[in-house]
T-cell receptor
Framework: KAGVTQTPRYLIKTRGQQVTLSCSPISGHRSVSWYQQTPGQGLQFLFEYFSETQRNKGNFPGRFSGRQFSNSRSEMNVSTLELGDSALYLC????????????????FGSGTRLTVV | AQSVSQHNHHVILSEAASLELGCNYSYGGTVNLFWYVQYPGQHLQLLLKYFSGDPLVKGIKGFEAEFIKSKFSFNLRKPSVQWSDTAEYFCAVTPGEGGATNKLIFGTGTLLAVQP
């Protein structure tokens, strides 16, 4: 089965611009979460969506936003880009939000590498 | 706030050596625990996970981890590493109570280099 698909794979943007990243989860997965990976901060949670509703949000400024569509695909948007937003943005999907004892797992996409210049 | 600590940032081993990577978390409630691996240029892959039951968890590629609740630890082990195990390893935790969540809290990662 197809994995988690993130597009585009690479992006170069200029400071002040905005960017939209896309994530298509595994078929049948309804839960999507986003992470930012940088050498200095590691992997940090951005948001979590299930059934088009944001369930959790990480400690990021309001310039970072996201949404989920009825087909479970998700997008994240970063407005007014800053140099520090350069990172690998990862999307993970699962069948549903994980519940203790249920042997679900998260599958990660390959990420979108965003470079802000 | 919940946090995950990986004390070894860089580990260099020779092939056939044994591996143990430390992971400690700070959440006091029920947790789900994970180890992920990121090979150079590849995406994060799940090595193993603990949800409940037997605290000794076996994963892929000969890896295992032991959940010790009293020590808030979930250390990763492999008896004999191979050059192909060269990668970055991440420990992660998610609360297992208070409502279902996908929010994974990651450690800072351990870069493992295995010398042939």
């Amino acid at each position: 089965k197809a994995g988690v698909t993130q597009t585009p794979r690479y992006l170069i943007k200029t400071r002040g611009q905005q960017v939209t990243l896309s994530c298509s989860p595994i078929s049948g997965h309804r839960s999507v979460s986003w992470y930012q990976q940088t050498p200095g901060q590691g992997l940090q949670f951005l948001f979590e969506y299930f059934s088009e509703t944001q369930r959790n949000k990480g400690n990021f400024p309001g310039r970072f936003s996201g949404r989920q569509f009825s087909n479970s695909r998700s997008e994240m948007n970063v407005s007014t880009l800053e140099l520090g937003d350069s990172a690998l943005y990862l999307c993970a999907s699962s069948i549903r939000p994980v519940v203790t004892g249920v042997r679900d797992g998260y599958t990660f996409g390959s990420g979108t590498r965003l470079t802000v210049v | 706030a919940q946090s995950v600590s990986q004390h070894n940032h860089h580990v260099i081993l020779s092939e056939a050596a044994s591996l143990e990577l430390g992971c400690n978390y700070s959440y006091g409630g029920t947790v789900n625990l994970f180890w992920y691996v990121q090979y150079p240029g590849q995406h994060l892959q799940l090595l193993l996970k603990y949800f409940s039951g037997d605290p000794l968890v076996k994963g892929i590629k000969g890896f295992e981890a032991e959940f010790i609740k009293s020590k808030f630890s979930f250390n990763l082990r492999k008896p004999s590493v191979q050059w192909s195990d060269t990668a970055e390893y991440f420990c992660a935790v998610t609360p297992g109570e208070g409502g279902a969540t996908n929010k994974l809290i990651f450690g800072t990662g351990t870069l493992l280099a295995v010398q042939p």
